[in-house]
């Protein structure tokens, strides 16, 4: 059998090496934007009639609303325990409290959880967290289940 001539072998070889390099060099690439990424957060909470909406599962998020605009608060309580929500810390010079509200379950089970509801306006510029308890209020702070925060940063 003849032999091939050197050169007719190295053209594809060459084309080859450099197409699996440029795929390479791609792949790496690719995987090093997706890790630096930063992960896309939701917003927190909803909008409802002109009022930003947060439940428990926007605990520890943050929002921005403007000077006037109002927060809801909306948090599973069952007081038939002696458990209720109260507000532990927030700036008040900042967001101000406008009311709370317990709802009684749907259902109308005795002993069922309902919902509290805290209604809050925000007052001046800048940033506050609202800091809620479940707590037994004449057990003290040592009677506490859980803790809900939700920061706020309040824009002009």
């Given at each position: 059998?003849?032999?091939?001539?050197?050169?007719?072998?190295?053209?594809?070889?060459?084309?080859?090496?450099?197409?699996?390099?440029?795929?390479?060099?791609?792949?790496?690439?690719?995987?090093?934007?997706?890790?630096?990424?930063?992960p896309v957060?939701?917003?927190?909470?909803?909008?409802?009639?002109?009022?930003?909406?947060?439940?428990?599962?926007?605990?520890?998020?943050?929002?921005?609303?403007?000077?006037?605009?109002?927060?809801?608060?909306?948090l599973?309580?069952?007081?038939?325990?002696?458990?209720t929500?109260?507000?532990?810390?927030?700036?008040?010079?900042?967001?101000?409290?406008?009311?709370?509200?317990?709802?009684?379950?749907?259902?109308?089970?005795?002993?069922?959880?309902?919902?509290?509801?805290?209604?809050?306006?925000?007052?001046?510029p800048?940033?506050v967290t609202?800091?809620?308890?479940?707590?037994?209020?004449?057990?003290?702070?040592?009677?506490?289940?859980?803790?809900?925060?939700?920061?706020?940063?309040?824009?002009?």
């Open positions: 059998m003849p032999a091939m001539p050197r050169h007719s072998l190295r053209r594809p070889l060459t084309a080859s090496i450099i197409l699996l390099t440029l795929l390479t060099g791609s792949l790496v690439a690719g995987c090093a934007s997706k890790k630096d990424a930063k957060t939701p917003p927190a909470g909803t909008r409802e009639n002109g009022m930003l909406v947060v439940q428990r599962a926007d605990d520890n998020r943050t929002a921005e609303l403007r000077v006037g605009e109002r927060l809801k608060v909306v599973p309580e069952n007081p038939s325990t002696g458990y929500w109260a507000i532990d810390e927030t700036d008040r010079r900042l967001l101000a409290l406008d009311g709370t509200a317990y709802d009684e379950p749907a259902d109308g089970f005795i002993g069922a959880r309902g919902r509290r509801t805290f209604t809050f306006s925000t007052r001046q800048g940033e609202l800091k809620l308890k479940y707590w037994r209020f004449w057990d003290g702070d040592g009677s506490t289940t859980e803790r809900y925060a939700f920061a706020l940063k309040i824009i002009p």
